[in-house]
Nanobody, 115 residues
Framework: QVQFVESGGGLVQPGGSLTLSCTTS????????MGWYRQAPGKHRELVAQ???????YYSDSVKGRFTISGDSAKNTVYLVMNSLKPEDTFVYYC?????????WGQGTQVTVSS
C-alpha cells in the first residue's frame, strides 16, 4: 500500500486561493501518474486533475483555467494550486495514483468556499 497524506484545505472566501499538498510514502518518480480527486459525502469521487511525468495531462472542465497541478520530486509532494475559488468547489479533496487504487485513499482535506 502507498500512503498519501493531503493537507492545505480550509475555509476561503469566493474568489480566493488555496494550495493543497499531497505527500507520498514512496518516491514520486516511481509513480507513473498522479491525480487530484474530490468527493461530496455519499458521492463517487471526481477526477479534477492528473499529472504525468512532471506535466499536467488533464483538468476537468469545471476547474480548467483555475487549478494547476504540479509535482516536486525532491519533496515527494504533489500540489494543487486553486485560484478563483467558487462555492461549488466545496468538497473533500484527495490525491491518489492515476488510475486510482482503492487501497491508497487517504483522509483527504476539506475545502470550503463561503462568504
Amino acid at each position: 500500500q502507498v500512503q498519501f497524506v493531503e493537507s492545505g484545505g480550509g475555509l476561503v472566501q469566493p474568489g480566493g486561493s488555496l494550495t493543497l499538498s499531497c505527500t507520498t510514502s514512496v518516491s514520486l518518480e516511481s509513480i507513473r501518474a498522479m491525480g487530484w480527486y474530490r468527493q461530496a459525502p455519499g458521492k463517487h469521487r471526481e477526477l479534477v486533475a492528473q499529472l504525468i511525468s512532471g506535466n499536467a495531462g488533464y483538468y476537468s472542465d469545471s476547474v480548467k483555467g483555475r487549478f494547476t497541478i504540479s509535482g516536486d520530486s525532491a519533496k515527494n509532494t504533489v500540489y494543487l494550486v486553486m485560484n478563483s475559488l467558487k462555492p461549488e468547489d466545496t468538497f473533500v479533496y484527495y490525491c491518489n495514483t492515476f488510475p486510482a487504487r482503492d487501497e491508497n485513499w487517504g483522509q483527504g482535506t476539506q475545502v470550503t468556499v463561503s462568504s
